[in-house]
């Protein structure tokens, strides 16, 4: 079955520097999305994002956040001068098309500790 | 915005019994309902989901109820096992397209051998 890949599974950081989250969508999918689940809490929608540009954002979203789709086939996340409360769970989604069920899939997360 | 509520934010059955999770969501124009399974480690992954034009889903042990009326929908596990076990979320469909989502903040279920 399909999946949507992410890497590192875990990374730390110090408070200050940034971080890159790679995410390797399901090939054929052309829709792309950030979530964030801070621990033991839901799991927040950050941002989606469609022919190579942010398609919808939230209000967590703000400037220190940047997505970016380098190549044909990586999608990743930078945050710039991290701070101890963006310590989350990233995952990483993607989808056929722009309406939800057409095989939104989840990748297994990205544990990101900012120390 | 849309804010999605559940309950309970844990349960524990006795496994062969039925588990019931219960969402209330605020925006009337979301559509679209997920459930989501989360275990540890691991991303969300998709187990049934309803749309707004439809009142009960099922898949097996599985089944979705939505009230659109009440704004509420409900997750049912009917003979439970030890591999349902997991954190569940239900979600709200929002944004333009309707593709992003609003969770809730999950349940813990623990099936007991």
């Known amino acids: 079955e399909p999946e949507v890949t992410q890497t590192p599974s875990h990374q730390v950081t110090q408070m200050g520097q940034e971080v890159i989250l790679r995410c390797v969508p399901i090939?054929?999918?052309?829709?792309f999305y950030w979530y964030r689940q801070i621990l033991g809490q839901k799991v927040e929608f950050l941002v989606s994002f469609y022919n190579n540009e942010i398609s919808e954002k939230s209000e967590i979203f703000d400037d220190q956040f940047s997505v970016e789709r380098p190549d044909g086939s990586n999608f990743t996340l930078k945050i710039r001068s991290t701070k101890l409360e963006d310590s989350a769970m990233y995952f990483c989604a993607s989808s056929e098309m722009g309406s939800p069920n057409y095989g939104y899939t989840f990748g297994s997360g990205t544990r990101l500790t900012v120390v | 915005g849309e804010n999605v509520e559940q309950h309970p934010s844990t349960l524990s059955v006795q496994e062969g019994d039925s588990a019931v999770i219960k969402c209330t969501y605020s925006?009337?124009?979301?559509?679209?309902f997920p459930w989501y399974k989360q275990e540890l480690g691991k991303g969300p992954q998709l187990i049934i989901d309803i749309r707004s034009n439809v009142g009960e889903k099922k898949d097996q042990r599985i089944a979705v109820t939505l009230n659109k009326t009440a704004k509420h929908f409900s997750l049912h596990i009917t003979e439970t096992q030890p591999e349902d076990s997991a954190v569940y979320f239900c979600a709200a469909s929002i944004g333009y397209y309707g593709q992003n989502f609003v969770f809730g903040p999950g349940t813990r279920l623990s099936v007991l051998p």
């Open positions: 925006d009337s124009a979301s559509n679209y």
């Open positions: 090939s054929n999918h052309l829709y």
